[in-house]
């Protein structure tokens, strides 16, 4: 296999048949009708000549599906197959002939790239279309020399995703993701009963679903609702009863999702404010290291501490990343925040009960 294409002469290598034993590799399931007319074209570009009753054997179908496929290879692709009387089997009349053109051709790059795309897909629990992957990837193993797939198999040696486990039962969201897929494209209005995490009630909902988002290890709803009568995210996890409505929808022409989600740090909108925290020397590099938000500005100072400056929409995802640094992190604006972040610490100081001379508070001072 080299760079150049999958459409390689075959003379210099013989034909390994994909029921090859002990081999461990991507085979698809059935014999899938395009996988059989590639694997017509490889015995006949061989030289091989194979007789009729080679073909039934080799592709593991009657004489007369041999016979419709060797039609729709001539017929459909112009193929120029011709049938050999002195040695009483098919060959190509022109032995360069091609199935496809060099732009068209599938390379082992490509095929492994798409194969380590197919498993960080596989990654991301619930995702609607990775069963279609899957079967596609599938099809296209079969389309290749075997040599090919199984090196793709060795790249979880090589490669891996640590991607954080998914919010909610992945089978239950895998359904619901797909329904929702599917109602976004046919513009359909469903309704759901829905959980709100800041009401703490469940209420039903009448939505016209606009997008799907992963997010933070979570699926979220885009969508218009009907009851609050504005565009609203709802997290897919806390849907229940999930049905679809006969009024479809369409998506106002000016919507953007890019827009709506506008300075949001993550999922969360609101209100826009403008942030700058200063991070000690010890998670510094770190900070300075990673893109947090488009928004992001640092500056070193002497001592070693860096100042990151953000505009964010959205005030509990920002307020929630600083609290994940503890003592490394000290808000600078905007003093709402500051405060904030500040009896969140006074809070788990008296959960835990701990006071001045305590021993995580050295000189009986907790940092305040």
């Given at each position: 296999m080299t760079q150049e294409g999958i459409c390689i002469p075959v003379e210099k290598?013989?034909?390994?048949?994909?029921?090859?034993e002990g081999a461990v590799r991507l085979k698809p399931p059935e014999r899938h009708v395009v996988t059989r007319i590639w694997r017509l074209h490889w015995l006949l570009k061989s030289g091989s000549c194979p007789s009729m009753v080679d073909l039934v054997r080799d592709l593991e179908v009657s004489k007369r599906t041999v016979e419709r496929d060797i039609e729709v290879l001539r017929d459909f692709f112009g193929a120029p197959i011709a049938f050999d009387r002195k040695r009483r089997g098919y060959i190509y009349e022109d032995p360069d002939f091609c199935l496809d053109s060099p732009d068209m051709r599938l390379t082992e790059g490509e095929f492994i790239a798409m194969f380590?795309?197919?498993r960080l897909m596989g990654e991301v629990s619930a995702f609607p279309g990775h069963d279609l992957c899957r079967r596609a990837m599938e099809k296209l193993a079969g389309l290749l020399p075997s040599a090919v797939p199984e090196k793709a198999e060795q790249i979880d040696q090589i490669i891996?995703?640590?991607?954080?486990?998914l919010r909610g039962d992945p089978l239950s969201l895998e359904e619901t993701c797909a329904?929702?897929?599917g109602a976004i494209q046919e513009r359909r209005t469903i309704t759901v009963r829905y959980y709100s995490a800041s009401a703490r009630k469940e209420t039903t909902r009448l939505i016209d679903p606009y997008h799907l988002r992963y997010s933070q290890s979570a699926w979220y709803l885009v969508g218009y609702c009907h009851t609050r009568k504005e565009v609203r995210t709802f997290a897919v996890?806390?849907?229940s009863s999930l049905g679809f409505q006969e009024e479809t929808f369409e998506i106002p022409e000016g919507f953007s999702l890019e827009a709506y989600f506008g300075k949001s740090w993550r999922i969360e909108r609101g209100e826009p404010f403008k942030a700058r925290v200063r991070f000690s020397p010890q998670v510094a590099r770190y900070i300075q290291e990673r893109q947090w938000h488009p928004s992001q500005q640092v500056k070193m100072e002497e001592d070693g501490c860096l100042?990151?400056?953000?505009?964010?929409d959205g005030w509990g995802e920002f307020k929630r990343w600083?609290?994940?640094?503890?003592?490394?992190a000290t808000v600078l604006e905007p003093q709402r925040l500051a405060r904030e972040i500040m009896e969140e610490a006074w809070r788990l100081v008296n959960r835990y009960g701990l006071g001045p001379g305590d021993a995580c508070c050295p000189g009986g001072h907790c940092g305040a």
């Amino acid at each position: 296999m080299t760079q150049e294409g999958i459409c390689i002469p075959v003379e210099k290598r013989e034909w390994e048949k994909p029921q090859r034993e002990g081999a461990v590799r991507l085979k698809p399931p059935e014999r899938h009708v395009v996988t059989r007319i590639w694997r017509l074209h490889w015995l006949l570009k061989s030289g091989s000549c194979p007789s009729m009753v080679d073909l039934v054997r080799d592709l593991e179908v009657s004489k007369r599906t041999v016979e419709r496929d060797i039609e729709v290879l001539r017929d459909f692709f112009g193929a120029p197959i011709a049938f050999d009387r002195k040695r009483r089997g098919y060959i190509y009349e022109d032995p360069d002939f091609c199935l496809d053109s060099p732009d068209m051709r599938l390379t082992e790059g490509e095929f492994i790239a798409m194969f380590v795309a197919h498993r960080l897909m596989g990654e991301v629990s619930a995702f609607p279309g990775h069963d279609l992957c899957r079967r596609a990837m599938e099809k296209l193993a079969g389309l290749l020399p075997s040599a090919v797939p199984e090196k793709a198999e060795q790249i979880d040696q090589i490669i891996s995703f640590g991607i954080p486990a998914l919010r909610g039962d992945p089978l239950s969201l895998e359904e619901t993701c797909a329904r929702i897929s599917g109602a976004i494209q046919e513009r359909r209005t469903i309704t759901v009963r829905y959980y709100s995490a800041s009401a703490r009630k469940e209420t039903t909902r009448l939505i016209d679903p606009y997008h799907l988002r992963y997010s933070q290890s979570a699926w979220y709803l885009v969508g218009y609702c009907h009851t609050r009568k504005e565009v609203r995210t709802f997290a897919v996890d806390r849907m229940s009863s999930l049905g679809f409505q006969e009024e479809t929808f369409e998506i106002p022409e000016g919507f953007s999702l890019e827009a709506y989600f506008g300075k949001s740090w993550r999922i969360e909108r609101g209100e826009p404010f403008k942030a700058r925290v200063r991070f000690s020397p010890q998670v510094a590099r770190y900070i300075q290291e990673r893109q947090w938000h488009p928004s992001q500005q640092v500056k070193m100072e002497e001592d070693g501490c860096l100042v990151a400056s953000f505009e964010v929409d959205g005030w509990g995802e920002f307020k929630r990343w600083v609290l994940g640094f503890g003592g490394e992190a000290t808000v600078l604006e905007p003093q709402r925040l500051a405060r904030e972040i500040m009896e969140e610490a006074w809070r788990l100081v008296n959960r835990y009960g701990l006071g001045p001379g305590d021993a995580c508070c050295p000189g009986g001072h907790c940092g305040a």
